[in-house]
């Protein structure tokens, strides 16, 4: 698999949330955040500064998920990519 253009193959990464007060949030608090994180599995062919198995926070409204070879993967742009880990 090799995606096309400016689009990066992800696997989103479920985590839970600790609060600075030791509390863990629901997964419905955890839906608010505006930024999500994942592990990069494949760049595209005009992608340079994102590198594949680099950790990434993402705009959660960002990209569409598919089904390759039995395993789901999360399709997004570049550009909706904000920090790089």
Not at 1 to 29: C, F, N, Q, W
Not at 50 to 63: M, R, S
Not at 76 to 83: C, Q, S, W
Request: hydrophobic residues 40%.
């Amino acid at each position: 698999m090799k995606p096309i253009g400016k689009y990066i193959a992800i696997d989103p990464i479920k985590e839970k949330v600790k609060t600075s007060g030791g509390l863990i949030l629901s997964s419905d608090d955890v839906q608010d955040f505006r930024y999500r994180k994942g592990v990069v599995i494949k760049v595209g062919t005009e992608v340079n500064s994102i590198k594949d198995g680099d950790t990434i926070f993402y705009d959660k409204g960002a990209g569409h998920t598919m089904m390759l070879d039995k395993t789901v993967v999360t399709l997004i742009r570049e550009p909706d990519v904000v920090v790089v880990v």
